[in-house]
């Protein structure tokens, strides 16, 4: 840089980017956004953009799929992330920071069947069942644990048509209200876990762009803290 005509360009800008996925994930995480100072200029749901400008210069907002965002966080693509506990699991914790579970997009993780289907027979058989999932390592782990002999059927949506289709005798999805169990007649028989979404961190951001990265978490625990209060 000696002699250099800009001599300010060795001033480094810090910027933060912030990686969420569009829906569910994206609406309820906006008001901890906003709690901590930071307003997304534009709606995904109208925009085509896929990066984000904020009302706060040098942060900005990455739109990629659910699945996805773990992987931006741990590669240090985007320095936080939103992620659900379902997607963590399946992606593995190595290599992100886990300081928050923000408690939205709650919801449990559940092994479902068609309605009549004789699950306790089946169990108490141990027989050997096809299990349709995009949660492949979790159900691994979840029948593995019930000495469960299961072969795992890998989908990647619409996971409730495999037992109609007869690809699978159950499957291990998400359920919410029920409401899509309901309408193809499929029972959730056994619950996994419940879910919801973490904030996720770049370890290395938290150590380089601390003088960002902290209050952010520190104004989005906060808001999540109040919001617990509000509705105990
Ligand atoms: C999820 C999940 C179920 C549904 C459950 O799918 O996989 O299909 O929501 O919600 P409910 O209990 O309120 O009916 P999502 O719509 O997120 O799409 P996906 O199939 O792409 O995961």
Same mark, same amino acid.
């Given at each position: ?129 096809? #299990?349709?999932?995009?949660? !492949?390592? +979790?159900?691994?782990?979840?029948? /593995?644990?019930?000495?469960?002999? %299961?072969?795992? @059927? ?15 005798? #159950?499957?291990?999805?998400? !359920?919410? +209200?029920?409401?899509?169990?309901? /309408?193809?007649?499929?029972?959730? %028989?056994?619950? @996994? ?40």
């Amino acid at each position: 840089m000696k002699g250099s005509r800009f001599p300010h360009a060795r001033i480094a800008v810090t910027t933060l980017t912030l990686a969420l996925s569009k829906g569910r994930i994206f609406e309820e995480t906006l008001p901890l956004l906003a709690a901590a100072g930071i307003v997304p200029v534009e709606d995904p749901e109208s925009s085509r953009k896929l990066i984000i400008g904020t009302n706060r210069p040098g942060v900005s907002v990455v739109i990629v799929r659910a699945s996805d965002v773990p992987t931006y966080v741990q590669y240090g693509a985007a320095d936080v992330g939103v992620a659900g506990k379902d997607v963590l699991l399946e992606h593995g914790s190595e290599g992100l920071y886990q300081p928050l579970d923000l408690e939205i997009g709650k919801c449990r993780m559940a092994v479902a069947t068609r309605r009549g289907y004789d699950w306790a027979g089946t169990v108490q058989r141990g027989a050997r069942i096809r #299990v349709a999932t995009k949660y !492949v390592r +979790t159900a691994r782990e979840h029948f /593995a644990a019930k000495g469960m002999h %299961v072969d795992l @059927i890998k989908l990647y949506g619409s996971m409730e048509l495999a037992p109609l289709a007869g690809l699978a005798d #159950v499957i291990v999805d998400l !359920v919410s +209200t029920g409401n899509t169990l309901k /309408a193809n007649d499929l029972v959730a %028989v056994e619950d @996994i876990m419940p879910i919801s979404s973490r904030l996720i961190v770049n370890p290395a951001a938290l150590k380089l762009k601390r003088a960002e990265v902290q209050p952010l978490l520190e104004a989005i625990a906060r808001a999540v803290e109040g919001r617990r209060k509000a509705v105990q």
